[in-house]
């Protein structure tokens, strides 16, 4: 039986799509190669937002052509998102690799490995789903994106939006709750644009209450959302219905309005601040997240004040922060030149992150001593590590409990994670 692996770079979609491609595979009679070097189909899964993505990418490639030339023997695929419409430049410069695949577009990789079945509708085998590694999954909903940020690489590369039906999606949670998954991840670009493009009547808050419905599931989660998108039924949705997390992935990416025009992100400082005040209305004890890009073309140091003065304001439990990167084909990188300074930007990252570690920490401290629920979703050396419905991880004794909600007592806490002990169980004094 032919063996294949899967190496993959970048977002949960990308894993997601790792998945997908994984259980079309095995349905063709293909199994999991036990180690890399046993695979005779080796598909490299890439990630184009920042460059340092593409040189681990670039990097994998250049070894698996070593390997070639010292008589291995295996073919050899890349997918993702550092594929684009044209791959003459890299043809040229990766001849050894024997299929393209664009995101979402596995027909060449399922030709290869000896079918020409079609996808349907930019889906992969529509009644082919992932088979699942544990109690948590990822469910894409919606592919590509829409709104053409300046510096953006996706859209360029995933396409336009394209929701799946709602059946669709809520076959494939069943599919998951049947194979032991409790909590399921609903995954979009901008995940709130949801149903825009569907003929049928729908949205994101009519997947999560068809979730409701669905037996084995006890939670549902979403990422990445997007402002403008965000509606009050959704936001009303996630603080009414049980399963829905209320945790929010909401990147904001500058606190200056000036920068959010050059960015093309189509909202306002005041417009994004409207909108987290109404989810904290409805949800005081919400979990936020957000994303920020600093040194992006043109940004000053006043404009980059605004972003750190935003960030201490709102009091963000997560702050994903990265330095701009040019993506080649971008409208940033045709007309908006790369002119801040590398120091500069690893400067203002570094201001982002220690904001970061004293706002989760303070975030954080809210849970000390309060008993919420964890999902466990692993274990090692009798520890237990979940996530809360906020999504913080919790480490405690405890084992034989995977996929278990368990309610867990917090005697400590850090900006990354927090530690603490079932619920009942007595602990010593220290004084």
């Known amino acids: 039986m032919p063996a294949f692996h899967i190496w993959t770079l970048g977002c949960q979609m990308n894993v997601a799509d790792s998945l997908k491609l994984a259980a079309g595979l095995e349905r063709l009679g293909w199994h999991q190669a036990p180690t890399e070097h046993a695979a005779d189909l080796y598909v490299v899964n890439t990630c184009a937002v920042r460059q340092h993505a593409e040189d681990r990418a670039y990097g ?14 295996f073919q050899l695929a890349v997918m993702g998102c550092m594929v684009g419409p044209r791959t003459d430049d890299l043809q040229r ?17 399922i030709a290869l490995a ?34 053409f940020c300046t510096y953006c690489i996706v859209p360029l590369r995933r396409g336009r939006e394209r929701s799946r039906p709602v059946a669709d999606v809520l076959r494939e949670v069943q599919h998951l709750a049947d194979h032991g998954v ?19 009547h729908a949205d994101l808050a009519t997947l999560f209450e068809g979730i409701e419905r669905t037996g ?43 920068v959010l025009t050059r960015m093309r992100r189509g909202y306002t400082v005041a417009e994004y601040e409207e909108r987290v005040d109404r989810i904290r209305m409805r949800m005081p004890d919400v979990a936020l997240a957000t994303d920020v890009i600093v040194g992006s073309p043109g940004e000053t140091d006043a404009e980059f004040a605004h972003t750190l003065a935003l ?26 030149p790369d002119d801040v300074p590398h120091d500069v930007k690893r400067a203002r990252l570094h201001a982002v992150e220690a904001v970061h570690a004293a706002s989760a920490e303070r975030r954080n401290r809210r849970l000390l001593t309060r008993t919420t629920a964890v999902l466990v979703e692993r274990e090692q050396d009798g520890r237990a590590s979940g996530r809360t419905r906020g999504g913080q991880l919790v480490h405690f004794d405890g084992a ?13 806490v850090t900006a990354w994670s927090l530690q603490g002990r079932r619920a009942g169980d007595l602990t010593l004094a220290v004084v």
């Not at 990766?94 to 990789?109: H, L, M, N, S, Y």
């Not at 509708?121 to 894409?140: I, K, R």
């Not at 039924?233 to 309005?257: M, W, Y």
Request: charged content about 30%; aromatic content about 10%; proline content about 7%.
């Open 400 to 412: 034989g409990l995977i996929g278990q909600l368990v309610d867990v007592t917090v005697d400590q």
């Open 93 to 109: 410069r990766f001849p050894q690799v024997d299929a393209w695949a664009r995101p979402q577009q596995f027909e060449p990789i």
């Open 216 to 258: 084995g599931i006890a939670r549902t989660r979403f990422l990445t959302s997007y402002p403008k998108d965000m509606t009050d039924r959704i936001i009303d949705a996630v603080a009414d219905l049980p399963k829905v997390c209320e945790h929010f992935n909401i990147p904001v990416q500058s606190g200056n309005d000036a």
């Open 182 to 200: 409790r909590e399921v991840t609903l995954l979009g670009q901008t995940v709130e644009a949801y149903g825009h493009d569907l003929d049928e």
């Open 60 to 73: 994998r490639l250049h070894e698996l052509r070593r390997r070639r030339e010292r008589g291995e023997r």
């Open 311 to 336: 960030l201490e304001r709102l009091e963000f439990d997560v702050i994903h922060v990265a330095a701009y990167s040019p993506r080649p084909g971008t409208y940033a990188y045709r007309e908006q």
């Open 114 to 147: 000896g079918s020409a079945r079609d996808a349907s509708e930019g889906e992969f085998w529509t009644d082919t789903f992932a088979t699942p590694t544990g109690p948590t999954a990822y469910v894409p909903v919606v592919h590509g994106c829409d709104k």
